[in-house]
């Protein structure tokens, strides 16, 4: 690997070549910024210059995008003012401290998602942390299932068993015994990205696969599945907790 920059308008970007056996050039931004540009052997320094010129625009972009990226999922504080989600819409965390209560409690008021602690425990974050977490189980139980319901009254098509529960790569999995497993995260989503979900891995139990058959059959019953994915895509590292 060879590191290089070129400036771009006032910027500098700064890149790595790799030199490949391989005859087309390729850029890629990966998630801290760094920019990597692969090429065959052949290529002369000055053309290479010329090529990420020639995409300068591009790739500063990028680099923009991946910024916003991984500020998002940066590590929860769990202070009073934070935002968290909660079907798709942000809140601010409201820490009260409220020594007369007996258990602590965390509920939903206007704007806020306000969490009653002990003043001994309000400025501890793990105690926070896990008071948030309990509720937000609570809450994914109570609305995913019944979104589920709704789901499945809709499609005619009932699963054996549905769990909700932490997944850590994905938003849901359906096995072929039949049992759907959903993120519990979900309830930090739009409903209707949590309703394309359920229809998704209750799509599965017809096809168990990606086939064009599957999709044109998630289709049906949500013509616009794809704004949807895209949410997901586009606001994933958004729906964390850690
Ligand atoms: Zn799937």
């Keep these: 690997m060879e590191a290089q920059s070129i400036k771009y308008n006032g910027k500098v970007i700064n890149y790595e070549i790799v030199k490949r056996k391989k005859k087309n050039v390729s850029i890629t931004v990966q998630a801290e910024g760094k920019v990597i540009v692969s090429l065959p052997f052949s290529v002369s320094a000055k053309k290479i210059e010329e090529i990420v010129s020639s995409k300068a625009e591009w790739i500063l972009n990028k680099i923009e995008v ?9 590590e929860k504080k769990y202070i009073s003012g934070e935002k968290f989600l909660y079907f798709g819409d942000e809140f601010d965390l409201d820490i009260i401290k409220d020594d007369t209560i007996k258990k ?18 309000a400025d501890n974050q793990e ?32 699963p ?4 909700i529960k932490l997944l850590k790569r994905t938003w849901g999995i359906c096995t ?29 139990l017809k096809h168990h696969n990606h086939s064009k058959d599957f999709w044109s059959l998630v289709g049906v ?3 616009d599945y794809k704004k949807k994915r895209d949410w997901l895509k586009h606001n994933g590292g958004r729906v964390n907790l850690t």
């Design 66 to 74: 991946m910024k916003k990226k991984s500020d998002s999922i940066k």
């Design 104 to 121: 602590d409690a965390v509920r939903i008021n206007e704007d806020k998602i306000e969490i009653r602690i002990k003043s001994d425990f």
């Design 127 to 158: 105690k926070v942390k896990k008071e948030l977490n309990k509720w937000y189980m609570v809450e994914a139980k109570k609305y995913i299932n019944f979104r589920v319901e709704m789901c499945v009254e809709r499609l005619g098509i009932r």
């Design 160 to 163: 054996e068993l549905v769990r």
């Design 176 to 204: 072929s015994k039949g049992i759907i497993s959903l993120n519990w995260r979900l309830i930090m989503t739009p409903v209707e990205v949590m309703d394309y979900v359920i229809i998704h891995e209750l799509c599965h």
């Design 221 to 223: 019953y949500m013509p």
